[in-house]
Every structure is written in structure tokens, then in C-alpha cells.
């Protein structure tokens, strides 16, 4: 059997070794885009394609470079950081995958001014990440003191700002709203649904309207909640939650997840003056526009208009 020169292999060998070399020196690099929840869904899906587009054209260009994952939160606020496609690029981060992060502008990354300072002045650095921002003309591998110490957080500081602005015109525009009497809610109250063609109205849902008239009669019967809850269920009526599911795929109902219905049910749809016309609203708001907490409005601060809508009679 003939045999190889070892003249002939040494090329071989040492450009495969020169390859594996270059590899190891390529920074495996993250693209994270993320579309926004906070300019009234100005946004499309073609934006998050163009970041990411963006971004990928980048990384092809820069041959230090290599496009190793891409990340894309898709609706969700610049204001906090618990996104679920920023988490998984963080923890590939935290493992090693990942040493170097490119965006489209620091407003993608995060518009929180003290979390997005804390990323790129103490986080990165320590986990030695390259941070790259296109359109802010910013590398961290490039950037002096004034870059990072002076220029970032006034950029940061301002998309804060932005995003406040935005969360107090949302606020004022739904208080307009709920004093003109038009509904702001994500779900019509079971027994009504959205005009197709004013989503701020409600109109009368025919198809479970007898479902309400039924409560209201046998409570002016004098039926306990619990009997009609009972009898409703012996009969297999739908349950607002039931009613959702089947009209939207959606189990987060009226009631939450309830298959059957029960006396607390009968009860709420008692007590609301949604049924005779009477819109109440802004019962609770959000803590601030960074925090999806939500506060109690005393009851003498919410908005009550008769006459909203037709009653169920």
C-alpha cells in the first residue's frame, strides 16, 4: 500500500489549523432585536424583520464577527428587562456563548436609564461582552470615558424619558375616553361584545343574552345564587369563561378559568350596572409606567356614566 507523503499533509493540517485558529478568534456574537409595545402599535412585524435585517448585515460585514443566535422580543416594553428572548441571551451570555451583543439602537436594548447604565457600564464589562448600538455609531471596544460615562446615559436618560411621556399621553387619552363613555376594556362583559365597527361600544351579545335575562328573572323570583348557579348547570349553559374560550380561544374569562358556574358568579352579574347601561371604569391603574402593578381607585374617583349602552331588559 503506497503511503502518504507527510510532505503532502502538512498544508492540509495547517490550514485546518489556521481555520480552527480564525474560528476561535471570532467574537460569537448575539442579534437582539426587540418591538415595542409603547407607541400604540405603530410598530409591524416588518420592523422587527428590518432590525434584524439590520443587524445581520452588520455582523456580515465586520469579518471579527460571527452571527451565533438571534433574539427577537416580540411586543414588548423597553422599560424592564424581563423579556423572555433578552433572558435567554443573557444566560448564554452568563454560560460563555455569547461575547458580544449587537443592536439596532440602545431604545431596543432597554429604555429603562438605571438598567440599561447597569448593563453597559458594569454587566458586560465584568462578563468581558463586546456591546455594539449601529445607529448610535457605539462599541464598547472603541468608546473612551466621556463615551460611556457622559454620552450613554443622557441617550438612556432620554428614551426613559420617551417612554414616560408615552405611558402619561396612553393615560390622558383613556381617561378622555372613559368620560365620553366609550368602553377602553380588553373584553366586553359577558352578555355584550365590541361593535365591530366602534370597538369603544358595546352592543348586546344575542347569542348569551337570555343567559342574563335568566339570572335576573329567578333572582327577582326569589331564587338564591346558589340554586340559579345550580340550575344553569343542570341545563350545561355556557359560563362567561366557557363563552370566551369558545369566541376567542382565550380561558382567561369573566371569572377567570370556571367551567361550572357558582353563586359568586351569579353575584357579580348581579351587582354590575353594566346590564342596565352604566359603564364603571377606572377602578384601578398601574403603579407607574415602569411596573405592571396595579393599584385600587377609591370609589368615589371612578368614572360612572349612565346611559353608555343599551340595557339587557
Given at each position: 500500500?503506497?503511503?502518504?507523503?507527510?510532505?503532502?499533509?502538512?498544508?492540509?493540517?495547517?490550514?485546518?489549523?489556521?481555520?480552527?485558529?480564525?474560528?476561535?478568534?471570532?467574537?460569537?456574537?448575539?442579534?437582539?432585536?426587540?418591538?415595542?409595545?409603547?407607541?400604540?402599535?405603530?410598530?409591524?412585524?416588518?420592523?422587527?424583520?428590518?432590525?434584524?435585517?439590520?443587524?445581520?448585515?452588520?455582523?456580515?460585514?465586520?469579518?471579527?464577527?460571527?452571527?451565533?443566535?438571534?433574539?427577537?422580543?416580540?411586543?414588548?416594553?423597553?422599560?424592564r428587562f424581563d423579556r423572555p428572548?433578552?433572558?435567554?441571551?443573557?444566560?448564554?451570555?452568563?454560560?460563555?456563548?455569547?461575547?458580544?451583543?449587537?443592536?439596532?439602537?440602545?431604545?431596543?436594548?432597554?429604555?429603562?436609564?438605571?438598567?440599561?447604565?447597569?448593563?453597559?457600564?458594569?454587566?458586560?464589562?465584568?462578563?468581558?461582552?463586546?456591546?455594539?448600538?449601529?445607529?448610535?455609531?457605539?462599541?464598547?471596544?472603541?468608546?473612551?470615558?466621556?463615551?460611556?460615562?457622559?454620552?450613554?446615559?443622557?441617550?438612556?436618560?432620554?428614551?426613559?424619558?420617551?417612554?414616560?411621556?408615552?405611558?402619561?399621553?396612553?393615560?390622558?387619552?383613556?381617561?378622555?375616553?372613559?368620560?365620553?363613555?366609550?368602553?377602553?376594556?380588553?373584553?366586553?362583559?359577558?352578555?355584550?361584545?365590541?361593535?365591530?365597527?366602534?370597538?369603544?361600544?358595546?352592543?348586546?351579545?344575542?347569542?348569551?343574552?337570555?343567559?342574563?335575562?335568566?339570572?335576573?328573572?329567578?333572582?327577582?323570583?326569589?331564587?338564591?345564587?346558589?340554586?340559579?348557579?345550580?340550575y344553569l348547570n343542570e341545563l350545561?349553559?355556557?359560563?362567561?369563561?366557557?363563552?370566551?374560550?369558545?369566541?376567542?380561544?382565550?380561558?382567561?374569562?369573566?371569572?377567570?378559568?370556571?367551567?361550572k358556574w357558582d353563586a359568586k358568579?351569579?353575584?357579580?352579574?348581579?351587582?354590575?350596572?353594566?346590564?342596565?347601561?352604566?359603564?364603571?371604569?377606572?377602578?384601578?391603574?398601574?403603579?407607574?409606567?415602569?411596573?405592571?402593578?396595579?393599584?385600587?381607585?377609591?370609589?368615589?374617583?371612578?368614572?360612572?356614566?349612565?346611559?353608555?349602552?343599551?340595557?339587557?331588559?
Amino acid at each position: 500500500m503506497a503511503r502518504k507523503s507527510r510532505k503532502n499533509l502538512m498544508p492540509q493540517a495547517a490550514a485546518q489549523e489556521a481555520v480552527q485558529q480564525n474560528e476561535k478568534e471570532l467574537l460569537r456574537t448575539a442579534a437582539y432585536a426587540r418591538l415595542s409595545v409603547e407607541n400604540g402599535g405603530h410598530e409591524t412585524e416588518d420592523s422587527l424583520h428590518t432590525q434584524i435585517l439590520q443587524i445581520h448585515n452588520y455582523i456580515r460585514e465586520n469579518p471579527e464577527l460571527t452571527l451565533t443566535d438571534t433574539y427577537a422580543d416580540n411586543g414588548f416594553t423597553g422599560t424592564r428587562f424581563d423579556r423572555p428572548e433578552f433572558e435567554r441571551m443573557m444566560q448564554d451570555v452568563r454560560t460563555g456563548k455569547i461575547q458580544c451583543i449587537v443592536v439596532k439602537d440602545l431604545s431596543r436594548f432597554g429604555r429603562d436609564y438605571i438598567e440599561t447604565g447597569k448593563y453597559l457600564q458594569k454587566i458586560f464589562p465584568e462578563k468581558k461582552v463586546r456591546f455594539i448600538s449601529i445607529n448610535d455609531n457605539y462599541d464598547s471596544m472603541n468608546a473612551d470615558a466621556n463615551d460611556t460615562h457622559l454620552v450613554l446615559p443622557i441617550k438612556n436618560f432620554i428614551n426613559d424619558s420617551y417612554c414616560r411621556d408615552i405611558s402619561m399621553k396612553v393615560k390622558s387619552s383613556q381617561q378622555m375616553k372613559r368620560e365620553k363613555g366609550e368602553f377602553i376594556g380588553a373584553f366586553a362583559p359577558f352578555g355584550y361584545k365590541k361593535n365591530p365597527n366602534d370597538k369603544h361600544q358595546l352592543i348586546i351579545d344575542q347569542e348569551v343574552k337570555g343567559i342574563i335575562e335568566t339570572i335576573f328573572n329567578k333572582k327577582v323570583d326569589g331564587y338564591s345564587s346558589s340554586s340559579i348557579a345550580k340550575y344553569l348547570n343542570e341545563l350545561g349553559i355556557v359560563t362567561p369563561a366557557r363563552h370566551r374560550e369558545k369566541k376567542l380561544g382565550d380561558s382567561v374569562g369573566f371569572v377567570g378559568k370556571d367551567r361550572k358556574w357558582d353563586a359568586k358568579m351569579i353575584n357579580r352579574v348581579i351587582s354590575n350596572p353594566v346590564y342596565i347601561g352604566t359603564l364603571e371604569q377606572g377602578k384601578q391603574m398601574k403603579l407607574n409606567y415602569k411596573s405592571d402593578k396595579r393599584i385600587d381607585i377609591k370609589k368615589e374617583d371612578w368614572v360612572v356614566i349612565e346611559n353608555a349602552h343599551k340595557g339587557i331588559e
